[in-house]
Nanobody, 126 residues
C-alpha cells in the first residue's frame, strides 16, 4: 500500500528552524519526484517545493526560496524539508505527495500530485 507520512512539525519562534520528514512506504521513493505543499487556515493549499529524481534538481516557491531546502535520502525512502528563518506566515499544515509525471520533472500544481500524506502542523509564533 502506497503511503506517505509527514512528521517533524511543531511550534517554533520566528527566525527558528524545523526539519520536516516525508517517509514513504509501499513503493521506492527514488523513482519519483516528491512535492511539499502547505495549507494555512482559511486558505487554499499551495505548493512549497519539489524535488526531482536527478541529484540536486529542486524547485521552490518564491515565498520560501533561500529559506527552505528540500532533500531526499533514497536509502531511507524519505524526503526532507529543512525550514530556516521561519516567519509567522509559514504557519500551516504541511503535506507531501507523489508527482504523477516523470520523476525528472515536477512543478507545484496540486492536480499534478497524488497519494497525499496526512500532514504535519507547523506553527510559527512568539
Amino acid at each position: 500500500q502506497v503511503q506517505l507520512v509527514e512528521s517533524g512539525g511543531g511550534l517554533v519562534q520566528p527566525g527558528g528552524s524545523l526539519r520536516l520528514s516525508c517517509a514513504a512506504s509501499g513503493f521506492s521513493l527514488g523513482y519519483f519526484a516528491i512535492g511539499w505543499f502547505r495549507q494555512a487556515p482559511g486558505q487554499e493549499r499551495e505548493g512549497v517545493s519539489c524535488i526531482r529524481t536527478s541529484v540536486g534538481s529542486t524547485y521552490y516557491a518564491d515565498s520560501v526560496k533561500g529559506r527552505f531546502t528540500v532533500s531526499r535520502d533514497n536509502a531511507e525512502n524519505t524526503v526532507y524539508l529543512q525550514m530556516n528563518s521561519l516567519k509567522s506566515e509559514d504557519t500551516a499544515v504541511y503535506y507531501c505527495a507523489i508527482y504523477r509525471g516523470h520523476g525528472s520533472s515536477c512543478g507545484l500544481g496540486l492536480a499534478e500530485y497524488e497519494y497525499w500524506g496526512q500532514g504535519t502542523q507547523v506553527t510559527v509564533s512568539s
